[in-house]
């Protein structure tokens, strides 16, 4: 028999999320400048849904262009990206999460969750309007704080608008910031500025090498070059050339391709020294950089995500400096690539980043193991290098003959598309003698001054490195001796 309590219970409980948990949990872990990352990768989304259809080019992102502005009183980007489709608008873009079903087909994105746009306006303001042209329609959705507090309504008002962008595009308009992020839009402009385009140089630096345009509060961005050192397309093959251990497959829907080598001549003993100290002089491009559909994940990495210190391989130390490498995964379905939630990092527990991370130690250590050869002959080595020239990563797999390749197995499993193997460079040695190396060091000391007074003597500059410097002194009296 019921009591009189157990029989006025409702046969159900309320088990739905509120709209404050969403945004509590969305925007806990994603710092600001990777918030405004998220939306500048929507724009990329929108462009690769207006070329979907066209013609491969070495320059896709041409004539596309993005426009960041913010203050204390709000944030805007705008693009002539295409904008968005008004069934993706009506399926997932303004829902907390995406459905199952793929609705854009082959579209090399990296968003996995449908989160992304949300998120960022969350972050950053409590009002927004989005405004987006397409070939077929133009419309408005408006989010306003009172949305933001009223649990029993999830659905968004759409207005179909009379086309209001020149472009077709997407406009995202953020207001009512939050006090945290008034004061980052409010601090001088260097800081946040100039933070963004460093990170925005890095990030999307192969997209805008591509043609992609990008201005933060009306100033352009330029990418950080990312090119390696190779003798040449007449030396490939030969012994002691100067180029670049490659690596390419695909497996399970994703295509790989990885490139190590040098960017530079290695390093000075005056470099290592600085570095060693604190005092950077060099630049940051030492390291890993892992590419996702076009999109920078991760960038220089030096630590064991990328296999420094791992199975042989040595942990970064100033004498590495000269050495970078690159990992292009790409593939339409976004989940089958190793990234986070975040979309600016490796998922280190990945089977396939796993399976890759082999070649990227194997690469490491040819590359360690030479400039640890070249040590005692560091002037030597630069002027071998000195010899080679810059070539972006991308560009050297289709330079390298059929037969200059090593199989990595004798049989390529069905499930792959395309041929597992790498390409093994036969890098210079030191001349040798009885197993030593065949010159000696010379070093002494002497006062920074003093080494000025000398390099600008002897070079016009009074900023040479003092190795230069030294070795020149030698050289002079070498060839007046002789």
């Known amino acids: 028999m019921s009591s009189d309590n157990e029989q006025k219970l409702p046969n159900t409980l309320n088990a739905s999320p509120t709209k404050n948990f969403f945004v509590e949990m969305l925007t806990r872990d994603i710092e600001l400048e990777d918030a405004i990352l998220d939306l500048l990768d929507n724009c990329v989304d929108g462009i690769q849904r207006t070329i979907k259809n066209h013609s491969p080019s070495d320059n896709p992102y ?42 854009e087909g082959d579209l090399y994105t990296i968003g996995t969750y449908g989160i992304g746009m949300k998120r960022s306006i969350f972050k950053m303001g409590r009002a927004s309007e989005v405004i ?14 009172e949305w933001l507090t009223n649990d029993r309504d999830w659905d968004l008002p759409i207005e179909f608008i009379n086309p209001s962008l020149n472009e077709n595009g ?17 601090s001088p ?34 990418p950080e070059p990312l090119n390696l050192l190779w003798d040449g397309a007449a030396r490939i093959g030969q012994q002691n050339t100067i180029a670049p251990y490659l690596y390419e497959s695909e497996k399970n829907g994703v295509d790989i391709k990885l490139a190590i080598g040098f960017y530079r001549p290695t390093a000075s003993e005056e470099e290592v020294n600085d570095e060693m100290e604190g005092n950077r002089r060099t630049s940051e491009t030492a390291g890993w950089t892992i590419v996702c559909n076009d999109r920078v994940v991760l960038y220089c990495d030096k630590t064991r995500l990328t296999g420094w210190g791992e199975e042989k391989v040595p942990s970064y130390h100033p004498q590495f400096i000269a050495i970078s490498g690159v990992v292009y995964f790409r593939s339409p379905d976004a989940r089958k690539l190793p990234i986070t939630t975040t979309k600016r990092g490796i998922d280190a527990s990945s089977d396939i980043y796993l399976y ?44 390298i003959p059929d037969d200059k390749w090593t199989k990595v197995r004798s049989k390529t499993p069905k499930s792959e598309t395309k041929p597992e193997r790498k390409y093994l460079p036969s890098l210079p040695m030191p001349e040798s003698k009885n197993g030593e190396a065949s010159k000696k ?42």
């Open 62 to 103: 041409e004539n596309f262009w993005a426009k960041i502005t913010f203050s204390s009183e709000g944030f805007t980007i705008e693009d002539n990206c295409g904008g968005i489709p008004i069934n993706v608008a009506r399926d997932y873009a303004f829902r907390m999460g995406r459905p199952d079903n793929n609705i």
């Open 132 to 145: 987006s042209k397409t070939e077929e329609d133009s419309f408005k959705v408006t989010i306003n704080p």
């Open 170 to 186: 997407t406009s995202i308009k953020i207001t009512a910031l939050h006090q945290s992020i008034i004061d980052a839009f409010s």
């Open 189 to 222: 402009k260097s800081i946040l500025d100039n933070s963004l385009i460093a990170k925005i140089s890095h990030y999307y630096s192969y997209i805008i090498h591509k043609g992609f345009t990008v201005s933060i509060n009306g100033v352009k961005v330029t």
């Open 356 to 399: 890759v991370k082999n070649f990227m130690r194997e690469g490491l250590r040819n590359f360690t193991s030479y400039t640890n050869k070249w040590k005692a002959n560091p002037v030597e080595e630069k002027e071998r290098a000195s010899q080679a020239q810059p070539i972006a990563p991308n560009e050297l797999f289709a330079q």
């Open 441 to 482: 060091s010379i070093r002494f000391s002497r006062t920074p001054k003093e080494i000025k007074i000398v390099a600008e003597y002897l070079f016009e500059d009074p900023e040479r490195e003092p190795s230069d410097v030294g070795n020149e002194c030698f050289e002079k009296v070498l060839r007046e001796a002789t």
